[in-house]
């Protein structure tokens, strides 16, 4: 909520991402960006298959959106990520 009430609607994503790390360093928590989601299948693992914005504390999946609102669909995609990450808890937010 700090970033986004700091810098406003309309940045591209990449650039709140950007801030979300400097917030999660003062703050003390590990975390890993843009971490790869690979899916196995038959014994092939399809390499950055997904990638997830952030897993923080080995524990959270973190998914950011720059759009005006959320859809079912990015509610599936977290959930997607979820799975293969083998995580129980996410923030999806936007």
Same mark, same amino acid.
């Given at each position: 909520?700090?970033?986004?009430s700091? @810098? !406003?609607? !309309?940045? $591209? &994503?990449?650039?709140? &991402?950007? /801030?979300? /790390? =400097?917030? $999660? *360093?003062?703050? !003390? @928590?590990?975390?890993?960006?843009?971490?790869? #989601?690979?899916?196995?299948? +038959? !014994? @092939? +693992?399809?390499?950055? *298959? $997904?990638?997830?914005?952030?897993?923080? &504390?080995?524990? =959270?999946? =973190?998914?950011?959106?720059?759009?005006?609102? #959320?859809?079912?669909?990015?509610?599936?995609?977290?959930?997607?990520y979820?799975?293969?990450?083998? #995580?129980?808890?996410? @923030?999806?937010g936007?």
């Amino acid at each position: 909520m700090r970033v986004h009430s700091a @810098l !406003g609607p !309309g940045l $591209f &994503e990449s650039v709140y &991402e950007q /801030c979300i /790390c =400097v917030e $999660f *360093a003062r703050a !003390g @928590l590990s975390f890993r960006r843009q971490v790869t #989601l690979p899916v196995r299948y +038959e !014994g @092939l +693992e399809l390499q950055r *298959a $997904f990638v997830a914005d952030f897993i923080v &504390e080995s524990t =959270v999946l =973190v998914e950011l959106k720059s759009i005006e609102r #959320l859809l079912t669909v990015h509610s599936a995609q977290v959930l997607t990520y979820m799975r293969l990450a083998d #995580l129980k808890k996410a @923030l999806l937010g936007s």
